[in-house]
């Protein structure tokens, strides 16, 4: 079909012509199909776009100001309703491939983020009782504890310079220190 029977059919069709009106389905209906085609939509995703097209072109049927371009109106009009059918489907794909199914989720369920906070908050609770308890312990364990877990851990000869404390000793009373805490953590119920 050339622009100038376009432009006549279109002015027909919008008279109420209803010869008109198939002619132009008959001979613009192969471009709205590749263009809904050429997106990658399924059969049925494609009629829906060949049917929005021309139902928006019936509405707009009496106002189209340059009816010789009805070709490129369709053809932009199913180009837009591809976008947009696309743009919804990116939310939902359905499919039945069992490696994208039984693929484990990047969300979090509601369950699994409530387990979550509350392993969460047990172990800062944990955290909080250790520190009480070690707050407990002797002067002495409590200043060779924070020098042997700062970062990066002194040698034992810098401990030994730092406290006074023979570089033999340190260890037993390492070992010592630990149990005692372990000990008051075990008594609370924690461990």
Known sequence: MDRADVGALVQSAADGDAAAWKSLVDGL???VWSVARSHGLSDADAHEVYQTAWF???QHLGRIREPEKTGSW???TARNECLKLLKASKRWT???DPQLLDRPSEDRTPE??????EEAAAQTERVRLLWQEFEELGERCRQLLRVLISSPPPSYQEVSAALGIAVGSIGPMRQRCLRRLRTRLEARGTK
């Open 112 to 117: 699994e983020s409530l387990l979550d906070s």
């Open 29 to 31: 209906g192969p471009l």
């Open 74 to 76: 369709l053809a932009s």
């Open 94 to 96: 359905p499919t039945d």
């Open 56 to 58: 928006r072109f019936a």
